[in-house]
């Protein structure tokens, strides 16, 4: 089981790397070919219309199973600043670093999407590029023209089996290994505390990261296992530019509450 889901992490993390660097590429492709003039997409984000809520019952909150985790902008704010409590607060490091620019806050709009071997079905953003070429992971990588800070969004979903002896415990020690496995792409890393969640109805935990690639790009996602039958482990994974995270957790939140199965 856990030979498996390193295997998982792995080629994710593969995935990962090629598609920060073809993006990188695209990215300095289009500078070149460009007047000096163009105008920052930070400054004027080309976005679609809004559509958060669509398909979601009147006033649902995936939030509202969880039993008490720090979320995702628990410790860092929307602007990827680092919270700290109390009257003192903690010394930045660097002292003299400036206040990072407010990232405007992102929109998007939702389609559904069938991964057939997994016999999965759930709404995400519209767009992504599909990878479904394994038997057991279904991936979204976000377009080119879309990617900020050089680092694009990548979701996925796989599926891992599992014995029946295999309970929500060892659900929480499998996301530390998964955790640890992923932690090894960055200079810096950091998780969170695993919080008890459910995902398509069955028991499991999820927790969030944020890593510091070695070019200084900041990332943060969320990694969530749930047990969805007596044989079956269902992952789900996101990864996205970290100054942008409380927008694309959106998108988590739009899969999280719509996955279903497919047939």
Not at 9 to 28: G, H
Not at 31 to 51: R, Y
Not at 110 to 131: E, R
């Amino acid at each position: 089981m856990k030979k498996r889901l390193f295997l998982a992490a792995l080629l994710l993390a593969a995935v990962l790397l090629l598609c920060a660097c073809a993006a990188n590429d695209q990215n300095n492709t289009a500078a070149d070919s460009q007047a000096q003039g163009q105008v920052s997409p930070l400054d004027n984000p080309a976005q679609p219309a809004a559509n958060v809520g669509s398909g979601l019952p009147a006033g649902y909150n995936p939030a509202s199973e969880e039993d008490g985790l720090l979320m995702s902008s628990a410790n860092y704010d929307a602007n990827g600043n680092k919270v700290y409590a109390g009257a003192t607060p903690i010394r930045i490091d660097p002292v003299d670093m400036p206040t990072a620019t407010p990232r405007p806050e992102l929109t998007f709009t939702y389609d559904w999407y069938t991964a057939s071997k997994l016999n999965l079905t759930f709404k995400s953003a519209v767009g992504y590029t599909v990878n479904d070429s394994l038997s057991d992971m279904y991936i979204l990588t976000e377009p080119a023209a879309a990617v900020r800070d050089n680092y694009p969004c990548v979701i996925s979903l796989s599926t891992s089996p599992i014995t029946k002896n295999y309970d929500v415990a060892d659900v929480k020690k499998d996301l530390a290994a998964y955790l640890q496995n992923e932690g090894k792409l960055y200079d810096k890393w950091e998780t969170w505390t695993a919080a008890s969640s459910t995902l398509m109805g069955g028991k499991g935990y999820y927790n969030n990261y944020r890593g510091v690639l070695a070019d200084g790009t900041i990332v943060r996602g969320r990694v969530h296992m749930a047990i969805i039958s007596e044989n079956q482990l269902l992952i789900l994974h996101i990864s996205a530019p970290g100054w942008y995270n409380s927008s694309y957790m959106k998108i988590y939140d739009q899969i999280r509450s719509s996955i279903k199965t497919a047939k």
